[in-house]
């Protein structure tokens, strides 16, 4: 498949996935088939005119945006335009996928707080909980890495963890999950 460009793949595995999405999307905008049709074909085209195609972080909220950017155009150009689209123009606006700013922020501080701590621990239940919670291994992999048997990488696990909860609860950090009851704790403690 030689014949394909980059944005031919990216184009296929990132925005024309969602084609049935956006002839819907298009026809609640402008209600006729026809004119739908033609404004996902134009978001496609401005799609291809890009350059900067690669740094579009969520490709499918982008063109539908182009989308909608095209109906409120050709709503502009119209001589007659009839009330309930341009209600639905008014109101109708995108939800963005992505973690607003301050959810961004409070991950990043929360992180922050995570890696200060396992930076304190002592050197072995750090490289414990690194091998297993980070890099995903399981127990037996991680007794082999560290020249320990499974047993001692299990208490180091559940010393990590105990400390970071501590730890972590005494700075304040309370993440996504703060409300687990006691037997969740306990039963996250024995997956490990």
């Known amino acids: 498949m030689g014949w394909l460009r980059d944005i ?74 009839r009330i309930d689209q341009n209600m639905l123009l008014n109101t109708l606006d995108l939800a963005d996928e992505d973690p607003t700013p301050d959810v961004v922020a409070m991950d990043r501080s929360e992180l922050d707080h995570v890696v ?27 007794a082999e890495r560290m020249n320990i048997s499974v047993s001692t990488v299990e208490t180091h696990l559940v010393k990590a963890l105990r400390l970071l909860v501590q730890r972590l609860d005494r700075q304040g950090v309370q993440g996504k999950a703060e409300q687990v009851t006691t037997w969740e704790n306990k039963d996250r403690l024995e997956q490990i």
């Open 116 to 142: 200060k701590v396992m930076q304190d621990m002592p050197p072995r239940m750090r490289e414990a909980i690194y091998l297993r919670r980070i890099e995903g291994l399981p127990p037996t992999q991680v």
């Open 8 to 81: 031919d793949i990216w184009f296929a595995d990132r925005i024309f996935i969602y084609h049935a999405q956006h002839r819907r999307y298009a026809l609640s905008l402008v209600r006729q088939k026809d004119e739908a049709e033609e404004l996902v074909q134009e978001a496609y085209a401005r799609l291809f005119g890009l350059n900067d195609w690669t740094s579009i972080a969520n490709p499918h909220a982008f063109t539908m945006r182009i989308i909608r950017n095209l109906a409120i155009e050709r709503f502009r150009r119209a001589d007659v335009v």
